[in-house]
């Protein structure tokens, strides 16, 4: 079975095989690949340089950790993360939170993945969309605008190496 973009079986796990997805998908978007988790210590580093950062992850404790840390990194670059996207409920339900300067979750914030009610691709598809929707809003000064790219400061980024606790929002 072959897709558009004819996608080889291989180990989707393998941060190659994500850029060569993308380049074939559009060779004239740049991307940058990083073979690393993320981590408090490296949230900085990784992300110097953004505009905006998108957060997909799925656990919990996981978007707390990236963007307490994004927000001590890099104060006033937007992130626009998720929350709230287990099971097929009402999509309407899905909103755009600001809960807070140049941050904005995607989701209806209450729906949590349990047994029997994990996270559905259909509920995933439309909170990455509004997502995208989001990018591309503030992109054009259409919601608070941001203040060009991440530099993280000297001591937000020795706190974060160091191992500390980021903290605050911006």
């Known amino acids: 079975q072959k897709t558009a973009y004819e996608i080889p079986k291989r180990d989707w796990s393998s941060d190659v095989c994500s850029s060569d997805l993308l380049r074939r998908i559009n060779p004239h978007v740049h991307h940058e690949a990083h073979a690393v988790r993320v981590d408090a210590g490296n949230v900085a580093s990784i992300f110097a340089g953004v505009h905006v950062l998108v957060e997909a992850f799925d656990r919990a404790d996981q978007k707390l950790m990236l963007l307490e840390s994004f927000a001590a990194a890099c ?72 203040r060009g790219l991440c530099k993280p400061s000297e001591s937000a980024h020795d706190r974060t190496r160091a191992g500390g606790e980021p903290t605050g929002l911006p």
């Open 75 to 146: 104060p006033g670059v937007p992130y626009v993360g998720a929350s709230g996207l287990a099971g097929h409920g009402d999509e309407s339900a899905m909103r755009v939170h600001a809960v807070a300067r140049n941050v904005f979750i995607v989701g209806d914030l209450e729906s949590a993945a349990q047994p029997g009610r994990g996270l559905m691709a259909p509920r995933v598809g439309v909170a990455a969309h509004m997502q995208a929707n989001v990018v591309v809003r503030l992109l054009l000064g259409e919601l608070t605008r941001h």
